[in-house]
């Protein structure tokens, strides 16, 4: 007889773990047709350059902008929209020089001879595009430029030229919103968004999206009606727009050069900490130019819950650290940080275990959960700690945690497996923003 029929021990591992959101990735959200996935993510800007981006591509400066601050991402995400439809350019006419247009990593050239014009290079490319496999028709336009289009709407396909052709400004084929959805689909691990679009329609567009899911937004504008324009008066800005819209999940950011990504570069730098432990306001940004704004353009900005970077007694900060509807920035990110980890710990709870009894111990297995994660938030100084009144001498606990008694649940709901009627109140820590003091001097003796 074995050993193992009398005494026959299993050890069950419960350490799988549950994919937890992130709350410290960056996504640069651009127009480029550098590769064909919808999202790849970097540990530097030099991986970028490696990658096919170029220096003054502005993807490369949005993703710069955030790897300069201190501290800094660990990893920024950079998104593709959908263009179906290129034009192409041959600028210059050099007899035999080699013109290569690389689609999907295929290259189709052609070398110029000396009665070659732009007209027949281009028609020269066009051929040789259309005689390969690659899902991509080219049109010539008989003036030295061609069209490439995606034979199917919506099929990926990269680009590049030689440096004797341009491309033209690329356009987005498919709605801003149905993009997000895109690149969200194929990795959701991202949580601050930030376009290299300034154009506000997409900004606006992207801001309804953001405004559903969890995650949040930033945009920069250097639109002049933001600072010179009141807040009663100015109903068009991207400033006005948003706080009419009360959305919570995107914030304004005035600038006077947003080709410096202001907005990359304030994600960048606040990303990296703990969700909640660290106000948005009073950061300073390695590499960007702060706006002189006079008293009245500051509150024209500040009355339309806009942030800026400006200087005050010689250091240059960000203020006010808000939303468009109000809220402060590291509030809503600790409230999704703290939705996230409950709901991540409760259904690694529920997976791991091989049932969760449906009595008074099972509830209070989930229970401990809550506290543990609360207890959490305030180690990381989103919650505020529990203190001893001085009157009572008693301690006042910064949250407490509501959960029922099975003998109070209804039959329906314990035939159901529904445990409803959880529920916990926790005070923020918040952050001091302004300090009012007031004193006396006198030139006598002071009273004790």
């Avoid at 907005?263 to 300073?284: E, H, I, R, V, Y």
Wanted: charged content about 25%; hydrophobic content about 40%; some cysteine.
């Amino acid at each position: 007889m074995a050993l193992k029929d009398i005494v026959n021990v299993i050890i069950t591992r419960e350490t799988a773990p549950v994919s937890r959101t992130g709350f410290g990735t960056l996504l640069i959200l651009g127009i480029h047709k550098v590769w064909n996935d919808r999202y790849r993510s970097y540990t530097s800007v030099d991986a970028i350059l490696s990658d096919g981006f170029d220096a003054t591509d502005s993807e490369y400066l949005a993703a710069n902008a955030a790897f300069s601050q201190n501290p800094r991402p660990t990893r920024i995400a950079i998104g593709r929209r959908t263009v179906d439809d290129v034009t192409v350019t041959v600028d210059t006419v050099t007899e035999g020089a080699e013109y290569s247009t690389l689609i999907n990593g295929t290259a189709f050239s052609y070398t110029a001879g000396s009665e070659d014009t732009a007209a027949l290079i281009a028609a020269a490319l066009v051929t040789a595009i259309n005689a390969g496999d690659e899902p991509v028709t080219a049109t010539d336009n008989e003036d030295g430029t061609y069209d490439l289009e995606a034979d199917v709407d919506g099929t990926a396909w990269s680009l590049s030229v030689d440096s004797l052709q341009t491309v033209s400004a690329l356009v987005a084929s498919d709605a801003m919103g149905d993009d997000l959805t895109a690149v969200n689909e194929e990795n959701s691990d991202w949580y601050g968004l930030v376009l290299t679009s300034r154009v506000q329609a997409d900004q606006e567009a992207a801001a309804a999206w953001v405004e559903s899911h969890t995650k949040i937004m930033g945009v920069a504008s250097s639109n002049a009606a933001i600072i010179n324009t009141s807040a009663t008066a100015d109903t068009t800005s991207i400033a006005a727009v948003l706080e009419d819209g009360n959305y919570f999940r995107t914030f304004c950011l005035y600038s006077g050069d947003v080709d410096e990504f202001a907005d990359a570069a304030w994600m960048g730098k606040q990303l990296p900490t703990d969700p909640g432990s660290t106000t948005w306001k009073f950061k300073t940004l390695a590499g960007i130019t702060e706006d002189n704004l006079t008293d009245i353009q500051y509150n024209n900005a500040k009355d339309k819950k806009c942030n800026i970077f400006t200087e005050v007694a010689g250091t240059a900060i960000t203020e006010e650290g808000v939303v468009a509807g109000g809220e402060f920035i590291d509030i809503i990110r600790g409230r999704d940080w703290l939705e996230a980890r409950i709901t991540e710990e409760i259904y690694s709870l529920l997976t791991r275990k091989a049932k969760v009894p449906y009595t008074d111990g099972g509830i209070a297995m989930i229970e401990a959960i809550i506290r543990q994660i609360l207890e959490l938030g305030i180690t990381r100084g989103f919650i505020a700690p529990s203190y001893v009144d001085e009157d009572t001498n008693e301690v006042v606990a910064s949250y407490e945690i509501t959960v029922p008694k099975v003998r109070d649940i209804t039959f329906s709901d314990r035939a159901a497996r529904l445990l409803d009627d959880l529920s916990f109140k926790a005070k923020v820590a918040g952050a001091i923003h302004v300090v009012d003091i007031s004193g006396v001097i006198t030139a006598g003796e002071l009273s004790s």
